[in-house]
């Protein structure tokens, strides 16, 4: 199935469409990887539990809706 940029916000949620756009863009994914360890330790250090929760669920979301953004702002 071939990434494209004219697809839907649910289709993008599909686990493979976004494994297929990690496989095709691994500086982002690596990136990414990054991302979603150290932010919740970043939060936790900043102002605690409540950063640290917060910080999962940003690189959560993170992960769902990057290669929905890379595909709508780069297409």
Do not use: N
């Not at 409540?50 to 290669?67: D, E, H, K, Q, R």
């Amino acid at each position: 199935m071939a990434l494209r940029s004219d697809s839907s916000f649910t289709d993008s949620l599909k686990s493979d469409q976004r494994q297929e756009f990690y496989e095709r863009h691994q500086s982002i994914a690596m990136v990414l990887i990054l991302i979603v360890l150290l932010l919740p330790f970043a939060g936790l250090y900043v102002t605690g539990l409540f950063g640290a929760v917060l910080g999962v669920l940003i690189s959560v979301a993170g992960y769902y809706l990057t290669p929905y953004a890379w595909l709508k702002l780069c297409a």
